[in-house]
């Protein structure tokens, strides 16, 4: 069964860091482009980061610098390193794969993993 | 960065109702959009790719059209299940970018 589950939230201090990983099953994470996507309480989807097959990263302005996305081959798993999170950094993150040709549309995704970042 | 700005922010509709969202980009993206559906808690679900291109397993009642700046997702014939929130999302750039949503709501 192709399926994404994510793993990592949970309650950070303002400046703390927290590292989500996201395990695929039934594809290769690193054949395909990987993103992370998040959705603060009540509001809209967010675009946060996305790494191609060949390893190149890229960020929204909103995370980089701070966010880092990796994946480890032989565990199949997408991570995202997060460092001086902020208050508006809480959100849902969900990891997704970029599928089609050229790769872009978000046609898996995990259940999502909550992220509270508060004193 | 390209904007995408969706109009309505909501819409309110009946079962059977023909619906159509548009969503517009800030500079083209040629037909590199795609929609999803989100229910609440649940993760989003994708309906069309490449503008008009339908989803495996995506009911036919769903369609997607538009090219460049301006793209529209329509529902024939509203159903039940369709009440929820869709998102446009463009994959021109390296940097991926969210409508702000419609929520479509019962009248």
């Known amino acids: 069964e192709v399926q994404l589950v994510e793993s990592g939230g949970g309650l950070v201090q303002p400046g703390g860091s927290l590292r989500l990983s996201c395990a695929a099953s039934g594809f290769t994470v690193s054949s395909n482009y990987m993103s992370w996507v998040r959705q603060a309480p009540g509001k809209g989807l967010e675009w946060v980061s996305v790494?191609?097959?060949?390893?190149?990263?890229y960020y929204a302005d909103s995370v980089k610098g701070r966010f880092t996305i990796s994946r480890h081959n032989s565990k199949n798993t997408l991570y995202l390193q997060m460092n001086s999170l902020r208050a508006e950094d809480t959100a849902v993150y969900y990891c997704a794969r970029a599928g089609g040709a050229p790769p872009g549309a978000f046609d898996i995704w995990g259940q999502g993993t909550m992220v509270t970042v508060s004193s | 960065d390209i904007q995408m700005t969706q109009s309505p922010s909501t819409l309110s509709a009946s079962v059977g109702d023909r619906v159509t969202i548009t969503c517009r980009a800030s500079?083209?993206?040629?037909?590199?959009l795609a929609w999803y559906q989100q229910k609440p808690g649940k993760a989003p679900k994708l309906l069309i790719y490449k503008a008009s291109s339908l989803e495996s397993g995506v009911p036919s009642r769903f369609s997607g059209s538009g090219s460049g700046t301006e793209f529209t997702l329509t529902i024939s014939s509203l159903q039940p299940d369709d009440f929820a929130t869709y998102y446009c999302?463009?994959?021109?750039?390296?940097?991926?970018?969210f409508g702000q949503g419609t929520k479509v709501e019962i009248k």
């Open positions: 999302q463009q994959y021109n750039s390296y940097l991926w970018t």
């Open positions: 790494i191609y097959s060949g390893g190149s990263t």
């Open positions: 500079q083209s993206i040629s037909s590199w």
